[in-house]
């Protein structure tokens, strides 16, 4: 899903917003992609990026679309397959060219796909760490609440939008007791943060209902 739609909150799950970009997972175009997790006992994906040191010195490609095949200096089928994380030799028997692209330009780029699914996989209760509040799944430590600066624009994009606050700049209170993770009780009123030790002293406690 693209970053702007809205929380898809179940009753009875968490609730976690994941923003992850293709170019964290060893592709050279920028694609920011927005997944929503939620499970019935609160267990949070932990998303291992590949860092981007390799494509420091890469151009940025831009972003596959659907609409490849009827835009102006349309990139090789085998290109657009390498930039979406396929193989250069990856057919699709039986569909036309446009139809070929659209269905590659509508996927997750496989490097994002394989992470996410792995994190689901492996997902842990939320015990002794906590997420970066913008919703990209990374772990903060300290007095850290944002891992780091493109979290940071994210947030202050999202306090300016229109109708949310006044513009101005980020600013999270981290006093006692706000120890914060993403996941949310469905329904809970107020921030979409669950605190830490609440669902860690529930894990504890052995609560029915974790």
């Known amino acids: 899903m693209v970053p702007s739609v809205p929380d898809l909150v179940i009753p009875g799950y ?3 917003r994941l ?3 293709a170019r964290d997972f060893g592709s050279r175009q920028s694609r920011l992609r927005h997944f929503q997790f939620g499970h019935a006992r609160g ?3 932990l998303v291992t990026r590949r860092g981007r040191a390799a494509l420091e010195h890469s151009p940025i490609e831009r972003c ?3 609409s490849e095949a009827g835009r102006p200096g349309r990139r090789t089928w085998a290109d657009f397959c390498e930039l979406q994380g396929l193989p250069r030799e990856f057919t699709l028997p039986g569909f036309t060219l446009a139809a070929r692209y659209r269905a590659v330009g509508n996927g997750v780029h496989v490097g994002v796909a394989r992470a996410l699914a792995a ?3 492996d997902a842990v209760k939320p015990l002794g760490f906590r997420l970066c509040l913008c919703g990209c799944a990374r772990m903060v430590s300290g007095r ?3 891992a780091t600066d493109a979290c940071k624009k994210r ?5 300016d939008r229109p109708g949310v606050t006044g513009p101005g700049s980020v600013t999270v209170d981290l006093s006692p007791g706000t120890d914060l993770v993403t996941p949310r009780a469905a329904g809970a009123p107020g921030p979409s943060r669950f ?3 609440e669902l860690a002293a529930a894990y504890a406690g052995g609560s029915p209902d974790l």
Not at 155 to 159: L, N
């Open 64 to 66: 596959c679309v659907a």
């Open 155 to 159: 947030m202050q994009r999202r306090r």
């Open 195 to 197: 605190p830490v030790t």
């Open 144 to 146: 850290r609440t944002l």
């Open 119 to 121: 994190s689901i996989r």
């Open 43 to 45: 267990l949070v994906p």
């Open 19 to 21: 923003d992850l970009d």
């Open 14 to 16: 968490s609730h976690l």
